[in-house]
C-alpha cells in the first residue's frame, strides 16, 4: 500500500509501481514512476542533490500496488561512493518482477556502480534475473530467484577492458532455477589478456535450493571461461572470492565451481562455511560438491558436504583441488597451487568407485588438515604424478567404503602425519604411488582387508582401537583412554596436552562438528 511521504529525508524517496500513476515522476505517491519512465535518462541525475530527479543517496520504492512487474529495468545514473542508489521493497511490500520469458532480464546493471538492490522477486527472465555488466560496488540482498525460462540468478559480464568489482549477492534465495544461480563470466575477448577482471565478489548466507533440471544441469555457483587457452595463459581468472555462509540443497552440477587466481600474491580466495547437500542430484553429469579448478591461494574450510553424485570417472568428490587444460585435448595443462583445505565434514561422496571426500587432483602444494570424512567411497585421495608437494595431516577418516587414505597414479605425498584411520576396507594405503617422504604418527584400525597397503609403518604408526566416542552420532572425538590422545607429532596446529592427538579432534574439544543430514528451508 502506497504511504504518503510528507517531508524529504536526508535523500529523495521515489515512488514505484508496475504500471505509473498520475504525472508518473515519482515524487508521491499519485505519481508514481512506471518502468518506462525509470528508464530514462532524464529521471535522473550525477548529484546528490534534491531535484526531483534519481541520484546518488536517493532511494527508488517498489510497490505491488498495481500488480506484477512484467518490463525490466535499466538504471540510467550510478551513485557515489559512500551515498548508494537503493532500489527496494519498502516495509510490507512484496514487488515481484515475472517476465514470463518475454524479456531477457528483470533489472539490467549495464556499467552503473553504488547500487543496492534489495527485497525483490525475480522471476523468469530468459538471461538472467539480475545482469551485472562491467560494473563495481553493486549490493544485491534479501532478493529471490527463480524461473524456468533459461535465465540465470545473477550473471556478471565483464567488458573489454572494463572490470566488475566489489560485486555482494547477500542474504537471497535461489528456488526451482533451471539455470545456474550466480554465474561470473568474461566478456568481450580475452586475447592477450585485453578483457576486464573479475575480483572482489562476494556470495554470502544465500541459500540455493532444488537448482534441478535434466537438461541444462543447472550449478549453484561458477566461473565460466569465454577463451579458456587465453584465460590461463594469460592469468586472466577471478580473485578476492568470497563464498560463505551459504545452503546449497539439491543441485544436477556442483554448487561451487570456480577458477581463481592470487593477483600476483596480492589476493586470496574462500570457501568457508557453508552447507551443500545432494550436489549432482539424479547423477546427469560429472560432479563434485566443491570443485576448484586451476586455483591459486585458495583457502577452503569449515563446510559441511553430504552426498555427492556423479557420472564422471574421478569426480563424485567432496572438495576436489583439481587442474585445467588449455582444451579438451589436455594440450597443457595448469595445477591449482597452495590451496588449503582444512576443518571440513564431508559425507557420501558415492557417485563413481573412488569419489572422496577430499580430493587432492593435480595439484601443487595443497594442504589438507583438521578434516573429517565418513562413509564416502574413499576419504581422502591424492592422485597424478603431478600432484606434488601435499600435506596430509590431523584428519579423521571413518568407514569410508574401500579406503580411507590413498595415494595413486604416481602422485607425492611430502607429509603424511597424525591422521586416523578406523574402519573401511583398506586404512592407509600407496597405490602407484610416488609414497609418503614423510610419514608416522598415523593410527589405522579395523581394516577388513588392510591396515597399511604400499607402505611399511613407521614405528610411530598405531594399530589400536582408537575408541571414538560416537561414531553413529557422529562424534569422532577420542574418548577417555584412546590411544590417540597425546600420540602425534608436532605439524604446527594448536594442541592440549603433551602433544597432539592423532585425528582431526582434540580430545578437549567439547563441541565436534557433525555430518549434516538434511536442511530445513523456510
Known sequence: ML???SAWCATESFYMTAAGR????????????????????DKWALNNAVDGLIGPGDEVLLYDDDGEYAA??????????????????????????????????????????????????????SNAMLRIDRSHDIIARNNKYTGSFGGNGVRMYTGTAVDIYNIEVSTSLFYDLNEDGVLMSF?????????????????????????????????GTRFLFSDRLDCLTHDRLPYGLTYTHNVFNKTSAPAISLYSDDN??????????????????????????????????LIIEHNSINRVYSVGPGDGNGIICDWSAVDDLGSATY?????????????????????????????????????????????????????????????????????NFLAVNGSIIDLFKNNLSFASENGIAAINSGGFFSEGNNLSFGATVSGFTGITPDITDIQADPKLIDIAGGNFSPDSGSPAIDAG??????????????????????????????????
Open 3 to 5: 504511504i504518503s511521504h
Open 22 to 41: 498520475g504525472l508518473k515522476n515519482g515524487a508521491a505517491p499519485e505519481n508514481a514512476l512506471g518502468p518506462a519512465e525509470f528508464n530514462t535518462a
Open 72 to 125: 525490466y529495468l535499466l538504471p540510467q545514473k550510478s551513485g557515489l561512493a559512500g551515498e548508494y542508489i537503493t532500489i527496494k521493497a519498502p516495509a510490507g511490500e512484496t514487488p515481484v518482477f515475472d517476465m514470463q520469458g518475454a524479456q531477457l532480464y528483470c533489472i539490467y546493471n549495464n556499467a552503473k556502480n553504488y547500487i543496492i538492490y534489495e527485497g525483490l522477486t525475480f522471476k523468469n527472465a
Open 187 to 219: 566478456g568481450g575477448t580475452v586475447a592477450g589478456g585485453a578483457t576486464g577482471e573479475i575480483h572482489d565478489i562476494t556470495i554470502s548466507s544465500c541459500t540455493f535450493e532444488n537448482m534441478i533440471d535434466n537438461v541444462t544441469l543447472p550449478y
Open 264 to 297: 600476483g600474491g596480492m589476493a586470496s580466495n574462500l570457501i568457508a562455511w557453508n552447507t551443500i547437500i545432494d550436489s549432482g542430484f539424479g547423477d546427469l553429469t560429472k560432479t563434485n560438491a566443491i570443485q576448484a579448478h586451476y586455483s591459486k591461494n
Open 335 to 403: 595445477n591449482s597451487q597452495g590451496t588449503i583445505v582444512r576443518y571440513n565434514i564431508i559425507s557420501g561422496a558415492r557417485g563413481m568407485i573412488e569419489s572422496a571426500g577430499i580430493s587432492a587432483y593435480a595439484c601443487n602444494d595443497c594442504v589438507i588438515y583438521g578434516n573429517i570424512t565418513y562413509g564416502n567411497n574413499v576419504g581422502i585421495k591424492s592422485k597424478q604424478a603431478t600432484t606434488t608437494g601435499t600435506r596430509i595431516y590431523n584428519n579423521t577418516s571413518v568407514d569410508n567404503v574401500h579406503y
Open 489 to 522: 607429532a608436532d605439524t604446527g596446529i594448536p594442541f592440549s596436552g603433551t602433544a597432539p592427538d592423532i585425528g582431526a579432534i582434540e580430545s578437549a574439544d567439547t563441541t565436534p562438528p557433525r555430518v549434516p543430514q538434511s536442511v530445513v528451508l523456510e
